[in-house]
């Protein structure tokens, strides 16, 4: 699978890569398995910020409101009573529940590969020798994505984190730049374009590229 391709400067190579069928080809038989994934990554990294007090946690209500018989009124020992305005929440979130959700292994690679064997479908691949800056300036990262044709919500992919590409890419809201072992779901379907460098598209096919070559998986 030839894609397009790109020298540092952002000049078109000559030579296009070449993408392995075992990872960018792979039919997406099980949708549901790709929306696990996606969901399973946003569960992951919720906060569990919401708290809400029980009867117990409320303060004041120590004080019986009224006495016990003569009243007319119903009899009632706390005004932290949760039918009262102001008293505790009975079933509301108590901050330690767990939203965090699991797939396997080999689950979360199928998706990861389904994921992105649909971008390479839409033509949402472009491989680049390698990315690196002169400067580390934000506008020189900006005028080379444009120049390459990735522009709007860009993921770029780079075998190893570079402290100067992240200083250049702060400031650009629409471009994410993650190691090749960090690819997942989620970015790979929301990128309009993937900016992979020669080196990561290894890293990349090593890693899933030797779990499973089925025939049942490719076309």
């Known amino acids: 699978m030839a894609v397009s391709t790109f020298t540092k400067s952002g000049t078109k ?12 080809d792979v039919t997406p038989k099980n949708h549901e398995l790709l929306k696990s994934a996606y969901v399973a990554y946003l569960a992951n990294g919720r906060e569990n910020l919401a708290k809400t007090k029980k009867r117990g946690e409320v303060s004041g209500g120590g004080k019986k409101p009224w006495r016990q018989k003569g009243t007319g009124r119903a009899r009632v020992g706390s005004s932290r009573n949760p039918i009262w305005r102001g008293g505790g929440i009975v ?11 699991s797939l396997n292994v080999k689950a979360k690679r199928l998706a990861i590969k389904q994921a992105l064997s649909l971008s390479a479908a839409d033509d949402r691949i472009i491989v680049i020798e390698d990315l690196k800056l002169k400067d580390s300036k934000t506008g020189e990262l900006a005028k080379l994505l444009a120049k390459i044709g990735a522009q709007n919500r ?5 075998a190893n984190l570079d402290v100067e590409l992240l200083r250049a890419s ?3 809201s629409d471009v994410k730049i993650v190691q090749a072992n960090y690819v997942n779901v989620y970015d790979a379907l929301n990128a309009d374009k993937l900016v992979i460098t020669n080196e990561a598209l290894k890293l990349i096919s090593e890693w899933l590229g030797s779990d499973t070559k089925s025939k049942a998986e490719t076309k």
């Open 13 to 24: 190579a000559t030579t296009p890569a070449k993408l392995d069928k075992a990872v960018f």
């Open 91 to 101: 079933f509301g979130p108590s901050g330690n529940e767990n939203y965090t959700k």
């Open 154 to 158: 860009t993921l770029v992919v780079v």
């Open 170 to 172: 702060n400031n650009l």
